[in-house]
């Protein structure tokens, strides 16, 4: 904090950090950074890579939300606050007297070493004054604000802000003052869509050149954007090429992030239901509520780079940062019903809010997947003020994508880089038989080629050696899981030709590899069928295949190995491979690791028992923990 702050500010404050990969982690460090300003403490919500470490003794308490990602690795955004907590210069008593909290939020069907794990080392930092590693988040929460209350104590005569009195937003929008000579026609967001020759690419309609100025990100250039499964198939899955001009490296596991925009008849939809249209294209400025924020570092914008965005509009704002077709929380609910002077309206809108009811929530909210932009329309009379919408509604987030291309596959004619993807397009209908649309997908799934997006490459947590790439691997990917495993196939088949073209027909040093591929149907999504005769001509490969619907019985991946057990004992065991796990972290990596372990017990022979079912599971927790056993599902 700095010095220009008061004592009172000081020796109360809270600092809520958060680690995400999806967005989940942010949404609880929001919902804590609320709690924390009811208890009258002066809070800020970060990314964790957004302050330094030094910076935590300034605060009463700092509270972290962290998820974990790829094996018990911390999301990308905490990962450099992380580092600098291990730097060798610091001394052991670094963070004596950081009083702290964790919430870590996991993905049960990881493996329960890596399960919660950034959660978990967190706490190995010091004493943490409380932390929990299971149980849901409400009646947490609930027993944090008690322990908060008896810990820090509110002075005589002053209570906590009641849940039914609105917070202030701390960002705030205002009229951007512009002067005669700087004017010029609105520029509105959306109308490059359709500019491009409909007849060339007649299913992609919107040409889209990505302005904003989103921080550490790549400039690409969509070349392909093609649709890999028949027209009548039930998923429209994509496989889209992007290229940068610059060489950038980058390994199998790793991935592009993707920050999606709105489209233009939604936005319309909320100007008009808010009753916004004379402000929508009029230049804004986002700017601090409370002086105590201005020329104060510890409290970032809470949009980073929008200073830099030319013209800056509420319209603008709305297509290209506030996401209006998100799944509402009950934080919203609560911010909301303060817009109404409808007592039925806000009666129930405060319900939502209550422990009690999170039953009515969920089934309100997550259960149909209803969205933020719907809720509004069902409670028409709330009218947010345009002033606060940076506050009210949540900003988009950029959406994860493995990188399918790898080898021959990573550099253009040019000498640039080219990233592969294979993007399955988010599309379902409701219990409320109402069709429901990934914004991400979506929005990726109708861009033509030319268009220009801000893309984040991002280290995935394979990581795998030399030796690993080289050696013996099993690799098992049903439906775009198989897109990592593409991109180390062709790697590994470009270290085979970098060995051929040095030694000629000397004895290959590679070890053998399996493919595990699993869809629904060969004829329908069986991706890359045509590439893998080719890869097999240079590297030792095996290609299984389980497709579910092809037959009576349904077959899975997992079926296959429980049909192969000697073949993935003797790959695992006898020859000490390695095996990739991608794909829906659903079932499936639960049923895979059972059939493995079932190969570990039986020494790969069904008629007989080698060793007890716990001795099979501590090899397969062996090979995790050498890193042998890898797992990157979502």
């Given at each position: 904090m700095s010095e220009s702050q008061s004592p009172t500010l000081r020796k109360r404050s809270a600092l809520v950090l958060y680690g995400s990969e999806t967005g989940n982690a942010h949404e609880v460090a929001e919902e804590l950074g609320v709690l924390a300003e009811r208890l009258h403490f002066v809070t800020q919500v970060s990314e964790l890579n957004h302050v330094k470490p030094e910076i935590l003794h300034s605060f009463t308490v700092t509270i972290f939300a962290l998820s974990t990602t790829g094996q018990g690795d911390l999301p990308a955004n905490a990962r450099s606050f992380w580092r600098s907590l291990l730097l060798k210069r610091l001394p052991p008593t670094f963070l004596n007297g950081v009083n702290f909290v964790s919430f870590g939020l996991g993905d049960s069907s990881y493996p329960k070493d890596y399960y919660n794990w950034a959660q978990r080392r967190s706490i190995r930092l010091g004493k943490p004054t409380n932390s929990t590693q299971k149980g849901t988040f409400i009646p947490w929460l609930t027993d944090f604000r008690q322990h908060l209350l008896d810990t820090y104590p509110l002075p005589p005569g002053q209570t906590p802000i009641p849940e039914d009195v609105q917070l202030p937003p701390k960002w705030v929008l205002q009229p951007q003052v512009?002067?005669?000579?700087?004017?010029?026609?609105?520029?509105?967001p959306g109308m490059q869509e359709g500019l491009a020759d409909p007849s060339e690419f007649p299913q992609l309609t919107r040409l889209d050149?990505?302005?904003r100025p989103i921080p550490d990100t790549l400039t690409a250039t969509l070349t392909a954007n093609k649709r890999v499964t028949p027209p009548k198939h039930w998923q429209d899955v994509r496989h889209v090429t992007?290229?940068?001009?610059?060489?950038?490296?980058?390994?199998?596991g790793d991935m592009i992030s993707i920050t999606p925009k709105n489209f233009a008849d939604d936005v319309q939809a909320l100007i008009t239901m808010m009753g916004w249209e004379e402000q929508a294209d009029q230049p804004v400025t986002l700017v601090?509520?409370?002086?105590?924020?201005?020329?104060?570092e510890s409290h970032p914008p809470p949009i980073p780079g929008l200073e830099s965005y030319p013209r800056l509009t509420?319209?603008?704002?709305l297509m290209d940062y506030l996401d209006i077709r998100a799944i509402p929380r009950r934080a919203f609910f609560s911010t909301i019903a303060h817009y109404t002077s409808d007592e039925m309206h806000k009666e129930r809108l405060l319900e939502f809010t209550d422990p009690e009811f999170l039953d009515e929530l969920w089934d309100y909210t997550t259960r149909p997947r209803r969205s933020i932009l719907e809720a509004l329309y069902e409670f028409d009379s709330v009218k947010i003020p345009w002033q606060h919408a940076v506050s009210v509604l949540p900003l988009l987030r950029a959406r994860q994508f493995s990188i399918a291309s790898g080898g021959e596959l990573k550099r253009t004619a040019e000498g640039g880089t080219k990233f592969e993807l294979l993007i399955a397009t988010v599309k379902y209908r409701t219990i409320i038989k109402r069709i429901r649309e990934g914004i991400c997908t979506k929005y990726i799934s109708v861009l033509r080629p030319g268009s220009t997006l801000k893309v984040q490459l991002q280290r995935g947590g394979l990581n795998s050696s030399v030796s690993q790439l080289t050696g013996p691997t099993v690799l098992i990917g049903p439906g775009t899981g198989v897109a990592p495993l593409r991109s180390m196939l062709w790697e590994k088949a470009a270290l085979v030709k970098e060995f051929q073209a040095h030694h000629g027909d000397a004895e290959s040093?590679?070890?053998p590899t399996i493919l595990?591929?699993?869809?629904?149907?060969?004829?329908?999504?069986?991706?890359?069928?045509?590439?893998?005769q080719k890869l097999s001509d240079l590297i030792q490969l095996q290609v299984f295949t389980a497709f579910s619907r092809d037959q009576d019985q349904k077959i899975y991946v997992q079926d296959v190995i429980s049909k192969n057990l000697g073949l993935f004992y003797r790959f695992l065991h006898e020859l000490s491979g390695t095996v990739y796990v991608c794909g829906s972290s659903g079932k499936m990596p639960e049923a895979v690791r059972e059939s493995l372990t079932e190969?570990?017990?039986?020494?790969?022979?069904?008629?007989?028992?080698?060793?007890?079912?716990?001795?099979?599971?501590?090899?397969?927790?062996?090979?995790?923990?050498?890193?042998?056993?890898?797992?990157?599902t979502w």
């Open positions: 512009q002067s005669t000579s700087d004017q010029a026609e609105p520029t509105v050149h990505d302005l992007l290229t940068v001009p610059d060489a950038v490296s980058y390994a199998p601090p509520r409370d002086s105590q924020y201005l020329g104060d509420l319209r603008a704002l040093p590679f070890g595990l591929y699993g869809g629904r149907n060969r004829a329908a999504d069986f991706f890359f069928e045509e590439e893998w190969a570990f017990q039986r020494g790969g022979e069904p008629e007989r028992e080698q060793c007890s079912r716990e001795e099979a599971e501590e090899y397969l927790i062996g090979m995790e923990k050498s890193g042998r056993y890898k797992q990157e």
